[in-house]
C-alpha cells in the first residue's frame, strides 16, 4: 500500500493573499515531478454579497510563461460573505514543464482571501518528503 505523503509533495502556488480582482502567481518549479497532480484553489473570505472566482493553473515548458498553457480551469466559483470553499482538479503533469502558476480573476473589486497549493507525485518518495518542519 502507498502511503500519500511518502509519494506525493504539496506546493504553494500562491501562499495567502487578498485580492482585489486580478492576481497572477509568480511560477513554481516542477522540473522534480511529472505525472498525477491535483490543484487545490482555495476562496475564503468573501467581500461582497455575490462575488465569482475564476481560477486557473497555466503551465510553462520554457519557464517565463510566454508559452503559458491553460491546464486546469474552474469557472464562477461563487461566494457571498463569509464563505469559504474549495475547489480541487486533478490532472496529467507533463515531465518537460519546468514551472505551474495560478491566475486568479474575480467578479469586483473588493478584497478576497484566496490561495492555491499544488499535490505533486515526488520521483522519488519517502517519509521525510513532506516534513511537519517549516521551511
Given at each position: 500500500m502507498h502511503k500519500l505523503a511518502e509519494n506525493y509533495?504539496?506546493?504553494s502556488l500562491l501562499h495567502p493573499i487578498s485580492i482585489a480582482e486580478t492576481n497572477t502567481a509568480t511560477g513554481v518549479d516542477v522540473e522534480a515531478y511529472e505525472g498525477?497532480?491535483?490543484v487545490i484553489f482555495d476562496f475564503?473570505?468573501?467581500a461582497g454579497t455575490t462575488e465569482t472566482l475564476d481560477a486557473k493553473l497555466q503551465t510553462s515548458i520554457i519557464?517565463?510563461?510566454t508559452d503559458a498553457v491553460d491546464a486546469v480551469t474552474i469557472s464562477q466559483l461563487t461566494g457571498t460573505n463569509?464563505?469559504?470553499l474549495l475547489a480541487a482538479a486533478g490532472f496529467s503533469l507533463d515531465p518537460k514543464v519546468k514551472k505551474v502558476r495560478v491566475v486568479?480573476?474575480?467578479s469586483s473589486t473588493?478584497?478576497?482571501l484566496v490561495q492555491a497549493t499544488l499535490l505533486v507525485?515526488?520521483?522519488k518518495g519517502g517519509a521525510t518528503l513532506n516534513s511537519t518542519t517549516p521551511a
Open positions: 509533495k504539496a506546493l498525477d497532480a491535483m475564503g473570505t468573501a519557464g517565463d510563461f463569509g464563505d469559504n486568479h480573476t474575480k473588493g478584497a478576497d507525485r515526488a520521483q
